[in-house]
């Protein structure tokens, strides 16, 4: 059963638009989502998160959305940079615990010149 | 460079054989975190350590899989009598207190290939 889901395996856009990265979720027990963005042969790096008292978390170009009715997270890069190509994941955890975190099987984003 | 690293970046074993994996953490960080990954997937939850106790194991870890992290610092994942599905990339993460604890950050990973 998976927990987190990005149903969009591939995006492209074109470079200085908006990109938008969706997430969805069905353990309503995440309270602590998280964003990851992964280049080929390397580990996931850290680039922004949420937690569910939060409904917006804004960091440069990118800006995390949550929407908990819905259980639902999207992630906006705005402008987007040809160099923003990559595989994001989205994750989530529960806070307190600090412990595991599930993962997404991730969005290759391709951001054209 | 103070972020986590991982020994090797790449094994390639004959099924049967045994490897062992490293990792180091962030040096100030408590909590440190194994996860497999395979292609087209994102990382799986293995095994999670706060200092040197390990606290939970995923049932993905199998009795051929132990992971130690004896002295609260670096930790280690063996794998014993390896099969052509671990194959896989081995990812280790860690992770402080403090206002972001529930971050973990991750190394480059360790790519495994049982012929």
């Known amino acids: 059963d998976q927990q987190v889901k990005q149903n969009s395996p591939s995006l492209s856009v074109q470079e200085g638009r908006i990109s938008i990265l969706n997430c969805d979720y069905t353990n309503s027990m995440f309270d602590y989502f998280l964003w990851y963005k992964k280049y080929p042969a390397e580990g996931p790096t850290f680039l922004i998160s949420i937690s569910s008292i939060k409904d917006k978390n804004e960091d440069g170009r990118f800006t995390v959305f949550l929407n908990k009715s819905a259980k639902h997270l999207s992630l906006h890069i705005v402008p987007s940079q040809p160099g923003d190509s990559a595989v994001y994941f989205c994750?989530?955890?529960?806070?307190?615990?600090?412990?595991?975190?599930?993962f997404g099987s991730g969005t290759q984003l391709t951001v054209l010149p | 460079d103070t972020g986590v690293s991982q020994n090797p970046r790449h094994k390639i074993t004959k099924r049967g054989q045994n490897v062992t994996f490293r990792c180091d953490p962030i040096s100030e960080h408590n909590r440190l975190y194994w996860y497999r990954q395979t292609l087209g997937q994102g990382p799986e939850f293995l095994t999670y350590?706060?200092?040197?106790?390990?606290?939970?194991k995923s049932r993905l870890l199998s009795d051929r899989f132990s992971a130690e992290r004896p002295k609260g610092s670096f930790s280690t994942l063996e794998i014993q009598r390896t099969e052509q599905g671990d194959s896989a990339m081995y990812l280790c993460?860690?992770?402080?207190?403090?206002?972001?604890?529930?971050?973990?950050?991750f190394g480059p990973g360790t790519r495994l290939l049982v012929l």
């Open positions: 350590f706060q200092n040197e106790a390990q606290l939970e």
């Open positions: 993460a860690s992770g402080g207190q403090g206002k972001v604890q529930e971050t973990q950050y």
């Open positions: 994750a989530a955890g529960t806070r307190g615990s600090a412990r595991q975190l599930t």
